[in-house]
């Protein structure tokens, strides 16, 4: 491989910016990565920097999903519970033969928070998914 600008002499490695070829004469060094001289330098480091951003926002994300999936998951138990108990009330008030009309507002308080702890679910496990596991990164 030849360098991009002096087609004669051969390459030393090709510049993280562009992608162009470059010998010892065009080649510049941006914490150890290479880079055309006076070209894509500028750009190289802001690459450098963006990506080092980047790892920390996903190191942040990791953390943020992890404390935010087990917080949703111990509510999404206590909304079950709830369910549950709301449900057995309801019930109880049928067996009983409850005439006042509150045995209906709990089986539908039941069914309304039994609903919501599905919803629950399905949404922790959509945020698992949204971003692969880069922390470690």
């Known amino acids: 491989m030849k360098c ?42 802001t690459g450098i920097e963006s990506e080092a951003l980047l790892r920390e926002a996903r190191a942040q994300f990791q953390a943020l999903k992890k404390v935010g999936v087990s917080t949703m998951m111990r509510t999404t138990w206590l909304m079950a519970v709830a369910a549950i108990l709301f449900l057995g009330a309801g019930i109880f008030g049928k067996i009983q033969k409850d005439t006042g009309g509150s045995s ?34």
């Open 4 to 45: 991009f600008n002096h087609p004669q002499i051969d390459a030393i490695g090709f510049c993280r910016a562009c992608g162009r070829a470059l010998c010892r004469e065009c080649v510049g060094e941006v914490s150890g990565i290479l880079c055309c001289k006076g070209r894509c330098e500028s750009n190289t480091k």
């Open 104 to 137: 209906n507002l709990m089986l539908l308080i039941g069914i309304v928070a039994g609903l919501r702890v599905v919803f629950m679910i399905v949404a922790s496990r959509q945020i698992r998914k949204v971003a692969p596991n880069t922390a470690s990164k």
